[in-house]
């Protein structure tokens, strides 16, 4: 008996390629973990296993790349119930945030040291595939640049430019100890030059990879959000979101924007990744540097979070989260910009942050003592196809902003499209399954939403990673952790 050529078959789906304008009716066939064939009709007896895909959409699987796993609760727990929670959304490749310092690991010292425990305490627990980007705290980490990225695929960077006087809740004045950095060490615009010149002369070393070696940068500006932060708290009238908003305004994002983009010029580093963009006066900052320095390759990435909460949202403190979410017309304006295609990618930010470290109880309703950040990666791809087919937001478009463009961007170079020799990694979504978001659905142990009660109008039915199923709406997640480590660029 001849035995059959693929491994899976995945019948009657309609593909959405991160190119073009138009789904197809196909069949998917996979082999060893790949895309083997993308077809109509192909045989049920070509493969051992076969599935009806029922006519739902076939994405590719979703490139979350900006989560921080391991940041507010240990990495061994967050690698294992949040990746979960990734497989839930159609997410498939988890790029995470990372540094020394308090949280995380809450150690300071070299990346000779810190990132193989990070590895090994990653080892075996994500449910999905996963990577890493560092920051650079001090001198020590910008000269660990070129053995992160030969040694361990590190090919991505931050930069937290508030960090330097500011802390990551509020205004601090102990950002040293924070930062678990030397005496003689200072984290401000001449570390970012430094990093900025440290990534470039990587980028010149390897100039095979030089094209998916990036630096990503938080843009807020410490001073301008202390300042603001003082004469908004003695503002009576301000209280929750909106306070929150109006203690790190809008142009302190867009000063930061056009800070970072002369750094990247002066420095000739030409990679440039502008984090969850959130107001309109970040965009256009954006958008005004790329008309200055049309040489420099900004990427401008926007959260799902800002793309769907405003500072009126029930969830209040719970929804606190760096840069804070805005009133509603720059989540309007960020709707536009998205649309446009002046938004690169749509990501998470998921930072798993449960209900008793986000605001204890005692604090319950006190925005200025609540956590920042929370979860959202299991509801990345369905929201954005609900909110975005009511929007007109075309399905390939979507596929490009949730998977091909982050994917190329970040070295992986075998996700982000469904199409031959590309790993098998899809989400079948129904665009027309309506649905309540409930925190005690989701397999993350944060245990509340800031989404609780939206309303969605398409639903991620199932996930598969390299041709292995790991999620499926009526069985939750499936099997142990099969997630591999994901050195960056890949071949």
Not at 61 to 73: E, L, N, T
Not at 103 to 121: H, I, R
Not at 123 to 144: C, Q, S
Not at 400 to 423: C, H, M, Y
Request: with cysteine; glycine share 8%.
């Amino acid at each position: 008996m001849n035995t059959p050529p693929y491994d899976l078959l995945i019948k009657n789906v309609r593909v959405v390629r991160p190119h073009g304008n138009t789904v197809h009716a196909s069949d998917i066939a996979v082999k060893d973990g790949t895309f083997a064939r993308v077809a109509p009709g192909i045989a049920p007896d070509q493969a051992k296993q076969v599935q009806d895909g029922r006519g739902l959409l076939a994405f590719p699987g979703v490139v979350d790349a900006h989560m921080h796993s391991g940041i507010y609760s240990p990495l061994a727990e967050d690698a294992v119930t949040e990746s979960k929670a990734a497989a839930m959304g159609g997410v498939t490749s988890s790029l995470n945030y990372f540094r020394t310092g308090q949280y995380y690991l809450n150690k300071g010292g070299s990346y000779a040291d810190f990132y193989p425990e990070v590895l090994e305490t990653s080892r075996n627990r994500f449910h999905v595939d996963y990577g890493y980007h560092l920051a650079p705290m001090d001198r020590k980490h910008i000269e660990e640049i070129p053995m992160l990225i030969e040694k361990h695929g590190v090919s991505s960077f931050k930069i937290f430019m508030f960090y330097g006087s500011h802390g990551l809740h509020g205004a601090s004045n102990s950002q040293r100890e924070f930062l678990m950095i030397g005496e003689d060490e200072r984290y401000d615009y001449a570390h970012f030059e430094f990093i900025m010149r440290g990534v470039q002369a990587a980028r010149e070393q390897m100039p095979e990879r030089a094209h998916q070696i990036s630096l990503s940068l938080h843009c807020e500006t410490a001073e301008i959000m202390t300042a603001y932060t003082k004469i908004v708290e003695q503002d009576k009238s301000l209280s929750g979101l909106a306070a929150y908003s109006a203690s790190r305004p809008q142009h302190s994002e867009g000063l930061a924007v056009f800070i970072a983009s002369y750094l990247a010029n002066e420095t000739a580093l030409p990679n440039i990744n502008l984090l969850h963009l959130s107001s309109r006066k970040a965009v256009q900052a954006a958008m005004m540097m790329a008309d200055v320095f049309p040489h420099i390759d900004f990427r401008r990435e926007v959260t799902i979070g800002h793309l769907m909460l405003d500072i009126h949202s029930k969830a209040a403190e719970l929804a606190k989260v760096n840069p804070p979410i805005r009133p509603r017309e720059d989540v309007e304006f960020l709707w536009q910009a998205l649309l446009a295609e002046e938004l690169d990618w749509v990501v998470s930010d998921h930072a798993c942050c449960r209900h008793e470290t986000k605001v204890p109880r005692h604090y319950f309703g006190n925005i200025w003592m609540a956590k920042s950040g929370f979860g959202g990666t299991e509801y990345l791809l369905p929201s954005l196809v609900s909110e975005g087919t009511r929007r007109g937001m075309g399905y390939n478009h979507m596929a490009r902003v949730t998977s091909w463009t982050p994917a190329q961007r970040f070295g992986l170079n075998r996700k982000g499209d469904i199409a031959e020799g590309f790993d098998a990694d899809l989400a079948l979504v129904d665009p027309a399954k309506t649905w309540t978001i409930h925190a005690k659905d989701s397999p993350s142990t944060q245990g509340y939403t800031p989404f609780e009660g939206i309303e969605l109008s398409a639903r991620v039915e199932a996930t598969w990673l390299r041709g292995e199923q790991i999620y499926a709406h009526d069985r939750g997640v499936i099997g142990q952790p099969r997630g591999q480590y994901l050195f960056r660029p890949t071949a």
